[in-house]
């Protein structure tokens, strides 16, 4: 049986080891996620030459998804290293305060238009929503507050406003250099965090084809803002993130189940990927085997129909990254089996938007109610195979394409996998033979079973499918 959901996991220290990369491959790794907000440059390209070498060695295609910094709004350190506040404690948050002079009454802030941003009333989150402090006042660069939730507090943690609102810009400089180091080595996706509308999409996307690079973006929806900006974000974007530790911390954490399930309803409905991501698995970080919510948590995510489900933390800094992916896959394929109902369907109203569309949906609805072994997408760009898997079916859907960059980037789609192969050295009537032999030679079919391939009149040219075939496989 044929995984369909994919996996995404975080490459770090924990993955710096060769042979743990090509066991995380060989376990069930689909895209490897390269984290910008830890690491420096030379780690970046170090991780990306080893995960292409050992995919190469392996002989299984894998993608790279480039995860920006962002603008993580953090306070700044303690003379201690830590602090305990207590409910009802005074505590005041100063931005001109210096950086390591924090302590149980005060510490600084890195973003500085912080007071400018809040005001008495507001509710303040720090450390993932651990600590919870009630603004009192604003003056100048200090905000006083009063602590209602209490609890250990260290340095650098993360700070939210209960409700969004925080006026960072989505892309810092930090940002627009990794950008240009995505570009370089070529990536297959670039994910934007904090992102609160389409302009910050297409700002980062302008930012990437400047320096010539070809990725596809994701926004990554931790927001309150993108969550309001949502169907204009899924207009600008390839895919989302359903990034659930600060979307979490400022919607609430009774709101994410909700959201998670809307989020992906709606990006299926726009013909857009969409990976769930954050704490999947993270008891996996200390122990060898994942904990019965998280297996309910990942299998949740799979029946609402995602596209990818994400590691973080559990493979980058972790004690069992393989292990780690091997419970992911697992848990997939045990959810796989129980799909209810179809989060896709072939649309009975409006006009398809061309003729790729149009066929692709024609496969998926012939394949729902033909016995077929596989669907077979000749393919420059993947967006054929893009559409037909917005629709929820068990056969599998092989994207034959001779684009490296178009390999990677469908290894993301749910239930399309990518197959070398170069439709302009087969004549139109050759073609059918040189699929057969390459899908035979891969042991993807058998000698007499029925499958549907989907090209265009001109081999290798984007935008072309125009032409769907039944066809039954004959040995050469």
């Not at 962002?70 to 602090?83: A, L, T």
């Not at 450390?127 to 660069?141: E, K, P």
């Not at 009975?348 to 012939?366: D, P, Q, R």
Request: proline share 3%; aromatic share 4%; with cysteine.
């Amino acid at each position: 049986m044929l995984r369909r959901t994919k996996i995404v996991a975080t490459l770090g220290p924990a993955t710096d080891n060769p042979e743990v990369i090509r066991e995380m491959i060989r376990a069930g790794l689909d895209m490897a996620r390269i984290n910008f907000s830890h690491g420096g440059r030379e780690d970046v390209r170090r991780r990306i030459t080893q995960l292409r070498e050992a995919a190469a060695e392996v002989g299984r295609p894998v993608g790279i998804l480039a995860d920006l910094s962002g603008p993580k709004i953090r306070i700044e350190s303690f003379v201690s290293g830590k602090i305990h506040l207590s409910e009802g404690q005074p505590f005041a948050l100063d931005t001109s305060l210096d950086p390591a002079a924090g302590n149980e009454r005060e510490v600084g802030c890195a973003y500085k238009d912080l007071p400018r941003d809040v005001k008495a009333g507001d509710t303040l989150l720090l450390a993932d929503g651990f600590i919870i402090l009630d603004v009192v006042s604003v003056t100048g660069t200090r905000i006083e507050c009063t602590t209602r939730v209490g609890g250990e507090l260290s340095n650098r943690k993360g700070l939210n406003r209960q409700g969004g609102g925080l006026s960072a810009p989505a892309l810092t400089e930090k940002d627009l250099e990794d950008i240009k180091l995505a570009a370089e080595m070529g990536v297959d996706y670039l994910a934007v965090s904090f992102a609160r509308d389409a302009a910050d999409i297409r700002r980062a996307q302008a930012e990437l084809r400047k320096w010539r690079g070809t990725a596809h973006m994701v926004a990554k929806i931790e927001r309150h803002e993108a969550i309001e900006n949502l169907s204009q974000i899924l207009s600008a974007t390839d895919a989302v993130m359903v990034a659930r530790g600060d979307l979490g911390v400022e919607m609430g954490y009774a709101e994410l189940t909700g959201l998670q399930k809307t989020i992906i309803h709606q990006a299926l409905a726009a013909n857009r990927v969409v990976i769930t991501a954050t704490q999947m698995m993270e008891s996996m970080i200390a122990s060898p085997v994942p904990t019965r919510a998280e297996v309910s948590d990942v299998a949740n995510a799979v029946l609402d129909g995602t596209d990818a489900v994400m590691l973080s933390a559990e493979t980058a800094t972790g004690r069992f990254p393989v292990k780690a992916v091997q419970a992911m896959n697992e848990v997939i394929l045990g959810a796989e089996k129980y799909e209810l109902g179809n989060p896709g369907s072939v649309r009975t109203e409006g006009e398809f938007s061309n003729t790729e569309e149009a066929i692709a949906k024609a496969v998926m609805y012939t394949a729902n109610h033909l016995r077929v072994r596989a669907i077979v997408a000749l393919t420059e760009s993947g967006l054929t195979p893009l559409w037909m898997s917005r629709i929820r079916v068990d056969i599998p859907i092989y994207a034959f394409t001779r684009q490296e960059a178009t390999r990677g980037r469908v290894t993301l789609y749910r239930g399309v996998y990518p197959v070398q192969f170069d439709v302009t050295h087969a004549t139109s009537q050759t073609m059918a033979m040189a699929v057969f032999e390459r899908l035979l030679e891969q042991k993807l079919v058998d000698v007499g079973d029925q499958i549907i391939l989907t090209k265009g009149d001109l081999s290798g040219v984007q935008g072309g499918t125009n032409t769907l075939q039944i066809l039954r496989v004959i040995g050469g």
